[in-house]
Nanobody, 127 residues
Framework: QVLLVESGGGSVQAGGSLRLSCSVSGYTPNSGACMGWFRQAPGKQREGVAV????????NYGDSVKGRFTISFDNAMNTVYLQMNSLKPEDTGMYYC???????????????????WGQGTQVTVSS
């Protein structure tokens, strides 16, 4: 059974930074593994922020976060990170970590129906 536990959320002023962590257990990355971060603001649909294939250098980012956010995976710690810089008020929302095994082309921020999800961590950016 896959267990995902997010941490690192909080409140920050615009322009600030946060690093989210997602501890993963029960999931062994292989060539088909896809891990990512998604977010949902009140009254809005869930959107993909960043995804990656941990066994390769492939990453994919949402247009609104390109150049500001970086996703990474620490194999030794089995933890996925999301470094968020230059935060904006529109980045506010609940951030979720998710994992799945997906074929080539399906590991994308457009794939919001991942198999396993964490409980989420709140990020609030004030202006």
């Amino acid at each position: 059974q896959v267990l995902l536990v997010e941490s690192g959320g909080g409140s920050v002023q615009a322009g600030g930074s946060l690093r989210l962590s997602c501890s993963v257990s029960g999931y062994t990355p292989n060539s088909g593994a896809c891990m990512g971060w998604f977010r949902q603001a009140p009254g809005k649909q869930r959107e993909g922020v960043a995804v990656m294939r941990p066994v390769s250098s492939y990453t994919n980012y949402g247009d609104s976060v390109k150049g500001r956010f970086t996703i990474s995976f620490d194999n030794a710690m089995n933890t996925v990170y999301l470094q968020m810089n230059s935060l904006k008020p529109e980045d506010t929302g609940m951030y979720y970590c998710a994992t799945d095994f997906l074929p080539l082309g399906r590991c994308s921020v457009a794939t919001t129906t991942m198999r396993d999800w964490g409980q989420g961590t709140q990020v609030t950016v004030s202006s």
